[in-house]
């Protein structure tokens, strides 16, 4: 089963705080075998955190290279993205600080089948 997570920009600016108080915090949960949401609406150009959530006993990761190569990541998050993608364990979350670039771009689990499994989506920033 696919979510939608799609915000009109004002919306989200009204969810996330103010730039002085730190970025906004999108959350995408991974399960067996789905990402939630499967579609996800991030404003181009202001910080965010990409909150990666793991409710599965078994681990995912969040592979988007194409979003990756086109965002600037914090430097202290950059360790926690290699070859453009993010590994989380079981029952686990990762926080990855980024400013990302307009763009639609696609996202999915590259462990073996997880991907036809249902387990992709897209990010469309703007």
């Known amino acids: 089963m696919h979510r939608s997570l799609v915000l009109p920009l004002a919306a989200l600016a009204a969810v996330a705080p103010a730039q002085a108080a730190g970025p906004g915090i999108v959350q995408i949960t991974m399960t067996n075998f789905s990402f939630a949401p499967s579609a996800v609406l991030v404003p181009a150009a202001t910080p965010i955190v990409l909150r990666l959530r793991n409710d599965a006993g078994g681990g995912h990761n969040f592979a988007a290279p194409a979003f990756f190569a086109a965002a600037r990541i914090d430097p202290a998050s950059a360790a926690l993205v290699h070859k453009g993608l993010v590994e989380v364990k079981a029952h686990s979350e990762v926080d990855v600080a ?29």
């Not at 639609?104 to 991907?115: E, F, R």
Request: hydrophobic share 35%; glycine share 10%; with cysteine.
């Open 98 to 126: 980024l400013t990302a670039a307009a763009g639609q771009y696609p996202v999915k689990c590259t462990h073996t089948l997880h991907s036809t499994f249902g387990m992709r989506g897209t990010i469309t920033v703007r």
